[in-house]
């Protein structure tokens, strides 16, 4: 998790090193995942792999314990299956109902757990600047709450919560349509098919809405009084909008989204080819 985040708010304290991608032109790769884990564990010893780990699990429990009371709240009627094409209708109506109400949750929860989120990531990313500014849960309420007021507590929640929603009915329906058109009811292994079409849908449509995530991070830890979230390390962005079209304009809107095989932002063709 530490490592993943200190990537995408771009902390590269470890050389690239050349290598060559599929078609054999050299390229340069910065250090993968078990590389700069051993970095964090030379300069922090092995508890520093686990920065802001505590606010993390406090919010992965918010959000489980919001979601599971939402559910009560609002209970979803089941519906019966429906697959075949002349149900078509019938059927997307279902998806929507269904798509409705786990957004709903997902929203819900994800405002309840966000204050904590925020904490972790400005943990984390102390690494950088060796600081110790959050040193603890509720010293760290204290601190944002004095500094920033209650919305401290929720910077970079909106493009989480877009992020949340357009994968949300991007991979239902997606998955729908594909089930619906795709799969013909008379394959004997449909059934199996349609378990692993939203899985499949998930993976691809969570690279799209990657974007979202990252500058939801960033936007965090950004002009917090950490030396990585201020100039010069990073510019203080005025809004998410903000951070979104400066990330664009470096053609970084997806950094840190792999963890091996990262490509340092040179092009492969200002380096010699043998």
């Known amino acids: ?41 030379e300069v922090d010893g092995k508890r520093g792999l686990f920065r802001g780990l505590t606010p993390r699990l406090i919010s992965s429990t918010l959000s489980t314990i919001t979601r599971g009371s939402v559910k009560k709240a609002f209970p979803l009627e089941d519906m019966e299956h429906v697959s075949n094409k002349d149900d078509v209708k019938t059927s997307l109506r279902k998806v929507v109902r269904e798509t409705s109400h786990e957004m709903m949750m997902q929203c819900v929860s994800r405002l309840v757990s966000h204050p904590l989120h925020v904490i972790s990531m400005r943990c984390m990313v102390q690494f950088i600047g060796r600081e110790v500014k959050y040193s603890g849960v509720f010293s760290a309420i204290g601190r944002i709450f004095k500094e920033e007021g209650i919305l401290g507590f929720f910077v970079g929640l909106v493009p989480h919560i877009l992020g949340d929603v357009i994968f949300l009915w991007c991979c239902n329906l997606l998955a729908h349509f594909i089930n619906t058109y795709a799969v013909d009811d008379n394959f004997s292994q449909a059934s199996v098919i349609r378990s692993y079409t939203k899985f499949v849908m998930g993976i691809a449509v969570s690279m799209l809405t990657y974007p979202f995530l990252l500058v939801g991070d960033l936007m965090a830890v950004n002009n917090c009084g ?38 340092a932002p040179i092009p492969a063709a200002s380096f010699p080819i043998d």
């Open 1 to 41: 998790l530490l490592t993943r985040f200190l990537s995408q708010v771009g902390h590269e304290p470890l050389p690239p090193t050349i290598g060559r991608n599929v078609l054999g032109r050299k390229v340069l790769y910065l250090p993968g995942f078990f590389t700069y884990a051993r970095h964090i564990v």
């Open 226 to 263: 950490l030396r990585a979230g201020l100039p010069p390390y990073a510019p203080a962005f005025a809004s998410w909008i903000h951070c979104w079209r400066y990330l664009s304009a470096q053609g970084q809107l997806f950094r840190g989204s792999s963890l091996l095989f990262r490509r």
